[in-house]
C-alpha cells in the first residue's frame, strides 16, 4: 500500500497554463506539506497544512495555491505556469504539525514547463 | 534563516564504510534526520536522532551527533553499490514547522 501518492508522476506543459498536481496519504496524519526541489536537488519547503489548515506559506509566488478538502489530501495548484516553475515537487505527511519525528514523502512529480 | 551544509560528492569502493557529513546552524534542533534519495525516485526516511542522543546505530547506519559543534554524520558500513544516491540530512526547523534540507551528498560507490 502506498503511503504517500501523488499524481500525476510527469507533467509536461506550456507556458501560461494552469495545473494541478494531487496527493493524498493514507497514513492517517494531520500534516501535509509541499516541497520543491529544483534543478540542483535542493529541497525546499512551499506550504504546510495542519489538519486542513495552512501552517506555513514560505516565499512562494502567489500562482502557487495549495488545497486541502480533507486531511488525506493536499493538492497543489499552479496558475500561470512559467519556465522557471519547472522542478520536482514532493509531498510530504507526519502526524503533528509542531514537534514531528517522522515525515514521509511521496514520489515525486516532475514538472516540465516549455 | 536556517543552513544545513553538507559536501556535495564521496565516492567510495564497495564493501568500505561510507562517512557523509553534516553541519547545521540552527542550536534549537530537536531531531536531525538522513534521507536517501535514489534517481528518480522520491525522499526514503533513513534514520533520525533526538537532539539529546550523541549516537544512533541501525544495522548498517551509524548517525553521530556532536550537538556542540551541530556537526552530524552518517557512517555506513560494507557500503553497497546499491548504496548508490544522494543522500539529504535535515532538521526540524521548530520555527517554521517544517524540514530544512542540505544540499545532499551525492554517494557514488564503485564496484
Known amino acids: 500500500d502506498t503511503a504517500v501518492s501523488q499524481t500525476p508522476k510527469y507533467l509536461v506543459t506550456q507556458m501560461g497554463n494552469d495545473k494541478s498536481i494531487k496527493c493524498e496519504q493514507n497514513?492517517?496524519?494531520?500534516?501535509m506539506y509541499w516541497y520543491k526541489q529544483d534543478s540542483k536537488k535542493f529541497l525546499k519547503i512551499m506550504f504546510s497544512?495542519?489538519?486542513?489548515?495552512?501552517?506555513i506559506n514560505e516565499t512562494v509566488p502567489n500562482r502557487f495555491s495549495p488545497k486541502s478538502p480533507d486531511k488525506a489530501h493536499l493538492n497543489l495548484h499552479i496558475n500561470s505556469l512559467e519556465l522557471g516553475d519547472s522542478a520536482v515537487y514532493f509531498c510530504?505527511?507526519?502526524?503533528?504539525?509542531?514537534?514531528?519525528?517522522?515525515?514521509?514523502f511521496g514520489p515525486g512529480t516532475r514538472l516540465t514547463v516549455t | 534563516g536556517e543552513d544545513v551544509e553538507q559536501s556535495l560528492f564521496l565516492s567510495v569502493r564497495e564493501g568500505d564504510s561510507s562517512v557523509i557529513n553534516c553541519t547545521y546552524t540552527?542550536?534549537?534542533?530537536?531531531?536531525l534526520y538522513w534521507y536517501k534519495q535514489e534517481p528518480g525516485a522520491g525522499l526514503q526516511l533513513l534514520t533520525y536522532i533526538f537532539s539529546n542522543m550523541d549516537m544512533k546505530q541501525d544495522q548498517r547506519l551509524t548517525v553521530l551527533l556532536n550537538k556542540k559543534d551541530k556537526h552530524l554524520s552518517l557512517r555506513i558500513a560494507d557500503t553497497q553499490t546499491g548504496d548508490s544516491a544522494i543522500y539529504f540530512c535535515?532538521?526540524?526547523?521548530?520555527?517554521?514547522?517544517?524540514?530544512?534540507f542540505g544540499s545532499g551528498t551525492r554517494l557514488q560507490v564503485q564496484p
Open positions: 510530504a505527511s507526519s502526524q503533528g504539525g509542531t514537534y514531528v519525528y517522522e515525515q514521509y
Open positions: 540552527d542550536s534549537s534542533s530537536t531531531y
Open positions: 497514513l492517517g496524519h494531520d500534516t
Open positions: 535535515a532538521e526540524w526547523d521548530t520555527g517554521r514547522r517544517a524540514l530544512t
Open positions: 497544512y495542519n489538519n486542513k489548515e495552512l501552517i
